[in-house]
DNA sequence: CGGGGCTCCTGTGCGC
DNA sequence: TGCGCACAGGAGCCCC
């Protein structure tokens, strides 16, 4: 489901609701979200503490946990496709439930249950985000350093786009939407861009995050924010989940193809 | 390295 | 109505 700008608008929702609160009641719905460490463990930990702090690593969420005794704890959240996050009041639909120190509570809800928690003690030694690629809208993810990396790599560029080592945070929607506005295929071997296709890509890439995130995200089926409603991107698509219906810029049919298992749309004459 | 298939889950929608 | 299949904002693993 989420993708950096879903992920990015709940970290913002909730950092303004949750902060320093105790955790004054923990209830676990669905055992196996918990990744690490056991259940009683994660229990304990959590029990009493407060989370001082929220920030995201790609599509990876994190909160600083503050714990009873002091300790300090990192609860690492990935929401894979259906996972939501919700401040308020009591969710019975809640994964995991953690009750607050004002009575509200913090629910994760995940109907496939797809989703991973984790607290651990250092969140920069999790694989996952060892092996991550450059955060898109970072001052530090550079042009040359893109093309460079592009240059290199024979596979498809969508397939690539969505390789969490190559780069962080972009999922189908938006891979897909960066495309269209490059007028790039997604069927091209990345090592084939033109330097000014790559220059085109780089922007729009980080256009159509940032335009996702000021409108909070898209809600295409299950994506929440952090106070459980629906963001506004989606009515601003202009091929993800467009198939067969006219291409705004030149009256074409999208097409769909299947890349690496993922839906792909994109117009076959604006797209080359 | 690249790509395909399968897996983890649950739910919905479609064609027959 | 029922059944099976395809598909869904993700990603890890195995195999060729």
């Known amino acids: 489901m989420p993708e950096l700008p879903e992920v990015e608008t709940i970290k913002r929702d ?39 702090r929220i920030f995201r690593r790609g599509k990876l969420l994190i909160l600083e946990i503050k714990t009873a005794d002091n300790q300090k704890y990192f609860l690492t959240i990935h929401l894979r496709m259906s996972g939501q996050l919700v401040f308020g009041r009591k969710d019975p639909c809640s ?20 989703g991973e928690l984790r607290l651990v003690k250092d969140w920069q030694q999790l694989n996952i985000v060892k092996s991550m690629g450059p955060e898109p809208l970072d001052k530090k993810f550079s042009l040359p350093e893109f093309t460079r990396r592009l240059q290199e790599r024979k ?33 091209r071997r990345a090592v084939t861009l033109s330097k000014k296709e790559i220059q085109l890509l780089y922007k729009n890439i980080k256009k159509v995050l940032q335009k996702a995130i000021q409108y909070r995200g898209s809600s295409f089926s299950d994506y929440r924010d952090g ?31 299947v890349l690496g298992g993922r839906g792909t749309y994109f117009c076959a004459k604006c797209q080359k």
């Open 155 to 187: 596979s498809k560029i969508k397939p690539l786009l969505l390789d969490q080592t190559f780069i962080a945070g972009i999922g189908n929607i938006y891979a897909a939407e960066a495309l269209f506005y490059s007028g790039i295929s997604p069927l």
């Open 14 to 52: 909730l950092e303004r609701v949750i902060i320093k609160k105790r955790i004054t009641e923990i209830q676990i719905n669905r055992k196996n979200i918990i990744k690490a460490p056991g259940l009683k463990k994660f229990k304990s930990l959590l029990l009493n503490g407060r989370c001082m």
């Open 227 to 257: 106070r459980g409603r629906r963001g506004n991107f989606a009515q601003h698509f202009s091929v993800y989940g467009r198939a067969g219906r006219a291409c705004f810029r030149c009256r074409g049919k999208i097409n769909r193809v």
């Open 95 to 114: 994964r995991l439930s953690l009750r607050l120190s004002d009575n509200n509570y913090l629910s994760y809800k995940d109907q496939r249950a797809l």
